[in-house]
């Protein structure tokens, strides 16, 4: 199986910054990585596709970026908005395994 | 609207047994790969199975295989998760949620790119004495 680390585990940011979340699977995937988010007591919200493909709705300050082992998600202003818990998930085989999550807050 | 709606949770023994289900709306059910994902209280996402669309094809998790039987019907619109031996560590949320894949062709090679990208609201399976 494909272990997925994400890192940091938890991050604070202030408004309007630029937000970084790094995701790093154990063998290379190609561009088969997902961004999900999800908010406290919500069900998680597809953000991110194939790596670096916007789910249709999603603000445009959200990117996707990588391919083979290491890819990250990034936020262009963080908006008060943004607070919640970040996961990546590789779809190259089953089990399509998550990353641990990163729960990002607002400074 | 698309919407996808579990239900079936509750309360089990250890030892026990239950029957999740997932009923979709909004789109044609029968042309799309399923998925099943559980969050354990206070924990990340995990990955639980999934089904193709005639449910000919389906795939696990180690840890759930042979206790857990993920299935569908077509003509109710309908996903199902049959949890046996049900353990402490089982319990959590269970969202149902559409695998969508975008087909590429990439260098003369066809790429499927599935991505979950309807989620139901999830219904939460507690096993305890």
């Known amino acids: 199986d494909i272990q997925m680390t994400q890192s940091p585990s938890s991050l604070s940011a202030s408004v309007g910054d630029r937000v970084t979340i790094t995701c790093r699977a154990s063998r290379r995937i190609s561009n088969y990585l997902n961004w999900y988010q999800q908010k406290p007591g919500r069900a998680p919200k597809l953000l991110i596709f194939?790596?670096?493909r916007l789910q249709s709705g999603v603000p445009s300050r959200f990117s996707g970026s990588g391919s083979g082992t290491d890819f990250t998600l990034t936020i262009s202003s963080l908006q008060p908005e943004d607070v919640a818990t970040y996961y990546c998930q590789e779809s190259d085989s089953t089990p399509y395994s998550f990353g641990q999550g990163t729960k990002l807050q607002i400074k | 609207e698309v919407q996808l709606v579990e239900s079936g949770g509750g309360l089990v023994q250890p030892g026990g047994s239950l029957r999740l289900s997932c009923a979709a709306s909004g789109f044609t059910f029968r042309s799309d790969w399923m998925s099943w994902v559980r969050q354990a209280p206070g924990k990340g996402l995990e990955w639980v199975a999934n089904i193709n669309q005639d449910g000919s094809e389906t795939f696990y998790v180690d840890s759930m295989k042979g206790r857990f039987t993920i299935s569908r019907d077509n003509a109710k619109n309908s996903l199902y998760l049959q949890m046996n031996s049900l353990r402490a560590e089982d319990t959590a949320v269970y969202y149902c949620?559409?695998?969508?894949?975008?087909?590429?062709?990439?260098?003369?090679?066809?790429?499927?790119?599935?991505?979950?990208?309807?989620w139901g609201t999830g219904t939460t399976v507690t096993v305890s004495s």
């Open positions: 194939a790596a670096s």
């Open positions: 949620a559409r695998d969508l894949a975008v087909k590429e062709v990439y260098y003369e090679t066809v790429r499927h790119y599935y991505h979950m990208d309807v």
